[in-house]
């Protein structure tokens, strides 16, 4: 089913919305979270408990009739009453963790933790193996923040254009997306997307398909979000 199409509203009335989405997800602990809007731009601040919470926060944001953008400046405090392990311990988790996920298997990663900040370098065979490596740790109790320094090194090359047209099929293909608003450039196989979707989910889904295309090193996202009337 293709998702609707954001409603053009004022900052006001969003503001309302996306603060009575977060008070109202049981995933988040809105009671230090700051909304500001501006011209259908979030910006969310203030502290959670966990990095579950933080992705809730800025999806349920996201999800919000009229929200064009999000900008995420949610940090991670722990509560003091909830033990997360020492840096150590952490990075042994973590490790852990990823050797567990069969989708990652094969991939070098390495691990370190500084107070509570893990960091991930290494390699891995395809890009999207870098955005679920870093999911994986984020659920990881006592991590504050999750920072990558990962390099994809596919199995076999795949040249530029035959990049491009791989995932300009896919997104054809795929009932989420608009692919005709949509435009796929490759150079040295770092994929860029421009052009406008007409939601969030959209942009989500036309990121996920880029990722996943084999071949793709990196995927630069210059999508916007058009709010209101009709698709150009």
Avoid: Y
Avoid at 11 to 16: F, N, P, Q, R, S
Wanted: with cysteine; aromatic share 2%; glycine share 8%.
């Amino acid at each position: 089913m293709t998702p609707k199409k954001p409603e053009q509203r004022n900052d006001e009335d969003i503001k309302l919305d996306v603060v009575a989405n977060l008070r109202w997800d049981g995933r988040v602990e809105a009671a230090d979270i700051q909304v500001e809007v501006h011209k259908g731009r979030v910006t969310l601040s203030g502290t959670v408990p966990n990095f579950t919470g933080r992705a809730a926060a800025v999806e349920e944001t996201r999800l919000t009739a009229g929200v064009a953008e999000v900008e995420d400046k949610l940090q991670v405090v722990l509560k003091k009453n909830v033990p997360g392990g020492s840096d150590k311990e952490l990075a042994e988790r973590a490790k852990d963790v990823l050797d567990w996920h069969s989708d990652l298997e094969g991939c070098d990663i390495r691990v370190s933790v500084n107070k509570g900040i893990v960091e991930l370098e290494g390699t891995v065979d395809a890009h999207w193996k870098v955005t679920r490596a870093e999911k994986v740790v984020m659920g990881i109790r006592g991590i504050t923040e999750v920072k990558h320094n990962l390099a994809v090194v596919p199995s076999h090359s795949v040249n530029d254009e035959a990049l491009a047209e791989d995932i300009k099929a896919a997104l054809a293909r795929n009932v989420l997306v608009g692919e005709d608003h949509v435009e796929v450039e490759v150079e040295n196989g770092v994929v860029t997307l421009k052009g406008s979707v007409a939601s969030w989910i959209e942009a989500t889904r036309v990121r996920e398909v880029a990722s996943a295309t084999p071949g793709a090193l990196e995927v630069r996202d210059q999508l916007e979000t058009f709010l209101g009337g009709s698709l150009p």
